[in-house]
C-alpha cells in the first residue's frame, strides 16, 4: 500500500516504537489517567485537547481532529512521507528495512539526520585527543569540566580542509549529500569540496528529542567569524529550535518557567550554575516559532537580552504569540550593558544574577517604554508620535482584557486619555491591522453519538462485543458515509483494534474516526456497557424495520397506481402476517 515497505515490516516497525516515548521527544505529556494530555502542536490552544493513549498507541487532538497512530505523528511534525516516517522508526528500534528506495528528497533527509551524529562523534573524539588539548584548555578557562562537556557533547574539528570530509566518506556519505547536510562547502571555480568547520570548538545542536541537526563552531584561533552555524537545511532551521531544550525540557516542566539566553556559552553556564531551565536562541531574536514551542513547556519566558532587535514585525509576531498562547514573557533588563549572564555570573555570582531575575519586566511594558523613549512628552507633538510609535505594539495583542491593561499603561505613560488612544487604535485596525482573530479551530460542537458511532467505538475498544455487533450491523445502517467506510474496513479487517492495515495507511477520514475512537476510553458506559450495547442494536434495528417499512409503502403505492393486482395482495398478506419484507 504504501509503495516501499511490506506492511507486515510497517506493523513490525509500529510496535517497535512506544508511542509516548517518541511523542514526548516533541511535547511535555502530562499523564490524565490512563491516557497523556498536552497542548496540540498542529494548532494554537490554551487547554490541552491533545491526547496521547498508550494502550492503544494513538494519539488524537480534540479540537483539529488530527489523530493517528506514531507514523502519523512523524508525518505530520516532521513532514516526513510515509516512507521516510516509517524508515526514520525503523533506524530508532534497530530494524532493518528492505534496500528499496523512495524519493531521493526523502532519502537524503534520512541521511542527513544520519550523518550528523556521526560527525557528532568525530568531533568528540578530536577533543580527547593530543590535537584538541587547545579546545579543552578553552573549555577550562570558561569553567567547563569534563563532566559537561560530556553532557552537551562538545568536541572539537582539527585545522585540516578535509578531515571531517574523508572521515565520512570512508562511512559511504557522498560529498553532495555532506553539502545538504550542511558540513561541506564546494570549493569555488573548482572541483571537489572542503569542511566547513575548520580548528574549531564544536557544540551540537539537538532538537527536543536529542537528535544531533546542525553545530555552532567557535573560533580558536582568533578567526572570524567567531562563531560559525550550520546553515539551515532540511531538518534544521535556527528561528524553529531552542539549544539546550532537550536538556532543560523536564527542569522548564517542573518550574513551569523557563530562562532564554544568547549565546552556547551563556546557556551552559547557566546549567554548571544549577539554572537548569536555561535554553537558548541560535542566531536570532525570540521568533514567534520559538515562543509557541516554549508555551507547551512553560507559563513563564524570562529573557536576558533585548527582544526589540529584530524588526518591528518579528517584536509584533512574537507579542501575538506569546500572548495568544498564554506565555508570559519578562524581560530581564538590568544586566549591566555589553555583560551577558555568563560573565555576569562569574563577576557577580549566582545570587545576583538570581536577583537580577526577581526584578524582570513584562515583555510588552518594556517594549512600550522603549518605544515612547526618546520623544518629549510635554509637548502634544511628542504625545502623538510617541503613541503612533506604540499603537502597532497594542495591536499584536489580541486579548482585548489585556489589551485595555496596556492602553491604560500608555495612556499613564504618554499623559493623555486611554479614550484617545483607543480611538487612534480603532482607526488603525480599521486601516487594514487585525484585530482578533477567529480562532483557527474553534471547537467542535459536539452533538449526540448515533447509535451507529457508538456502537462502532465499543466493538473497536472493547473486543469482547465485536462479534455481538458486527453481528447485526450491515452497511445499510450506516447513513454517515464515513463512520459506514470505518465499518467497511473493519469488516473486511475481520479483528484488531484498528484492522490489520496501520491507522498511519488509512484514508484520512477513516484515520480521524478510528483515532478519536480508541483515544476515548469507555468510561462513560461503566457499569452500563451491555445495556448501551442492547439499547443501540435495538435503536439500529428498529430503524431498519423502518426503513423496509417505508421501502414496502413505496411499493404499495406504485403497484396500486400501476394496477399491479398480485403485488398489492402480496404485500398486504405480509401486513397481515405481521411481516415487513416481502
Not at 309 to 335: F, I, Q, S
Request: glycine share 10%.
Amino acid at each position: 500500500m504504501n509503495g516501499f515497505i511490506p506492511e507486515d515490516v510497517v506493523a513490525q516497525v509500529i510496535a517497535a516504537n512506544d508511542i509516548v516515548e517518541v511523542i514526548q521527544g516533541y511535547l511535555p505529556l502530562k499523564s490524565s489517567g490512563r491516557h497523556y494530555k498536552a497542548l496540540c502542536p498542529f494548532h494554537a490552544e490554551k487547554t490541552p485537547s491533545f491526547v496521547v493513549n498508550p494502550e492503544k498507541q494513538i494519539f488524537k487532538c480534540f479540537g483539529c481532529g488530527e489523530g493517528g497512530d506514531v507514523v502519523t505523528f512523524l508525518m505530520k511534525q516532521e513532514r516526513f512521507t510515509f516512507p521516510e516516517a516509517v524508515r526514520y522508526l525503523a533506524g530508532r528500534a534497530g530494524i532493518s528495512l528492505p534496500s528499496k528506495k523512495g524519493t531521493q528528497e526523502g532519502e537524503g533527509r534520512l541521511k542527513i539526520y544520519d550523518v550528523h551524529p556521526l560527525a557528532c562523534d568525530y568531533f568528540r573524539q578530536n577533543l580527547r585527543r593530543p590535537e584538541g588539548a587547545k579546545a579543552r584548555e578553552y573549555l577550562e578557562s570558561r569553567g567547563v569540566g569534563e563532566e559537561v562537556a560530556e553532557r552537551f557533547l562538545l568536541g572539537y574539528t582539527l585545522p585540516a580542509w578535509d578531515g571531517l570530509l574523508r572521515h565520512l566518506g570512508q562511512r559511504g556519505f557522498s560529498p553532495p549529500l555532506l553539502e545538504q547536510a550542511g558540513l561541506v562547502i564546494p570549493r569555488s571555480g573548482k572541483q571537489g569540496y572542503y569542511d566547513r568547520f575548520r580548528d574549531r570548538l564544536m557544540i551540537p545542536i539537538q532538537d527536543g528529542s536529542g537528535r544531533v541537526i546542525g553545530f555552532g563552531g567557535r573560533s580558536l584561533d582568533g578567526s572570524l567569524p567567531k562563531y560559525l552555524n550550520s546553515p539551515e537545511t532540511s531538518i534544521y532551521r535556527k528561528g524553529s529550535h531552542l539549544y539546550g531544550l532537550n536538556l532543560a525540557a523536564p527542569h522548564i516542566r517542573e518550574k513551569g518557567s523557563t530562562i532564554v539566553v544568547e549565546g552556547y556559552f551563556d546557556l551552559i553556564a547557566l546549567h554548571v550554575h544549577g539554572f537548569v531551565n536555561s535554553v537558548a536562541v541560535l542566531g536570532t531574536a525570540l521568533t514567534g516559532e520559538q515562543a509557541s514551542l516554549l508555551a507547551r513547556y512553560a507559563k513563564r519566558a524570562l529573557l536576558t537580552f533585548d527582544p526589540d532587535t529584530a524588526g518591528l514585525a518579528a517584536t509584533r509576531r512574537l507579542v501575538k504569540v506569546a500572548v495568544g498562547e498564554g506565555l508570559e514573557c519578562l524581560v530581564v533588563d538590568d544586566l549591566p550593558e555589553g555583560k551577558d549572564p555568563d560573565q555576569f555570573i562569574r563577576e557577580q555570582g549566582v545570587q545576583a544574577f538570581g536577583e537580577a531575575i526577581s526584578r524582570a519586566k513584562d515583555l510588552v511594558t518594556f517594549l512600550l517604554d522603549r518605544r515612547v523613549s526618546g520623544f518629549d512628552l510635554r509637548t502634544i507633538d511628542g504625545q502623538e508620535k510617541a503613541v503612533n510609535a506604540a499603537l502597532p505594539l497594542l495591536a499584536a495583542v489580541e486579548n482585548l482584557v489585556m489589551r485595555s491593561r496596556y492602553v491604560q499603561e500608555l495612556a499613564q505613560k504618554v499623559g493623555i486619555s486611554n479614550l484617545a488612544i483607543v480611538e487612534q487604535l480603532n482607526r488603525l485596525l480599521a486601516q487594514g491591522e487585525k484585530g482578533p482573530d477567529t480562532p483557527l479551530y474553534p471547537p467542535k460542537p459536539k452533538a449526540p453519538a448515533s447509535a451507529e458511532w457508538t456502537l462502532l467505538h465499543i466493538a473497536l475498544y472493547d473486543q469482547g462485543f465485536r462479534e455481538r455487533i458486527f453481528g447485526v450491523l450491515e452497511p445499510e445502517d450506516f447513513v454517515d458515509p464515513v463512520l459506514k467506510k470505518v465499518f467497511l474496513v473493519q469488516r473486511q479487517a475481520g479483528g484488531g483494534e484498528a484492522g490489520e492495515i496501520p491507522i498511519s495507511q488509512q484514508d484520512p477520514d477513516v484515520r480521524e474516526v478510528l483515532a478519536e475512537f480508541l483515544a476515548t476510553d469507555l468510561s462513560a458506559y461503566e457499569g452500563v456497557l451491555d445495556k448501551v450495547v442492547a439499547d443501540c442494536l435495538d435503536r439500529v434495528k428498529a430503524r431498519r424495520a423502518r426503513r423496509e417499512w417505508e421501502g414496502l409503502r413505496k411499493r404499495l403505492v406504485e403497484a396500486e397506481r400501476s394496477g399491479d393486482r398480485e403485488t398489492v395482495e402480496q404485500i398486504l398478506k405480509g401486513f397481515q402476517r405481521g411481516r415487513w419484507a416481502s
